[in-house]
């Protein structure tokens, strides 16, 4: 992990100092999954329009690029222009502009438990507030420290903490009483 940040500290380099278009293409290759699923994960499924806003966060990174002072890794410094974008996207839709359909999930008539399970947690993480949905997702889906989430998220790193417990808390109280669903096999009448 430590060469995949040198990696990305020589590439940074070439990039702003020779306005090295290859550069920053390889650091988009080496970044755009990670952005994608974080955007994927906020947007709760929906796949075009977060990857509608993750080409929009490497846009921005590519402009904002001689701004990047290296006080946090380059993949931290990504998820917060993703998750800023996040949020202007949101705005736009709570302001009736440039509103995106909700995405529909389908599954299988008889999903295996592991799927029932995940689509309960992801049910409960929408019923946390905000804030503790995107520390959680920061923290334990995408496995950034407290200290990184509280770079992405511009919150003081206490308040990330306080979220992360809470909303651990909260998932914990609404899950507690998970069970997979069990599906009536219908008598074979023939």
Wanted: some cysteine.
């Amino acid at each position: 992990m430590r060469d995949a940040g040198h990696l990305d500290q020589a590439l940074v380099v070439r990039a702003q100092t020779g306005n090295d278009r290859r550069a920053f293409e390889e650091l988009v290759r080496r970044h755009q999954g990670m952005i994608r699923a974080q955007l994927r994960r906020l947007m709760h499924g929906d796949e075009a329009a977060a990857d509608d806003l993750a080409q929009e966060t490497f846009v921005l990174a590519w402009r904002k690029l001689d701004q990047f002072r290296g006080d946090a890794r380059f993949s931290t410094w990504l998820y917060r222009i993703g998750y800023s974008c996040f949020l202007q996207s949101r705005r736009k839709r709570v302001d009736g502009v440039g509103t995106h359909g909700d995405a529909v999930a389908e599954f299988e008539p008889a999903p295996s438990h592991a799927i029932d399970l995940r689509i309960d947690i992801e049910s409960a993480m929408q019923r946390l507030p905000i804030a503790e949905q995107a520390v959680l997702l920061h923290c334990v889906q995408l496995g950034l420290s407290h200290e990184e989430a509280a770079y992405v998220l511009t919150m003081p790193l206490g308040t990330v903490k306080s979220h992360a417990a809470r909303g651990k808390a909260r998932l914990r109280a609404l899950l507690a009483d998970w069970q997979p669903t069990v599906k009536e096999e219908k008598p074979n009448v023939g």
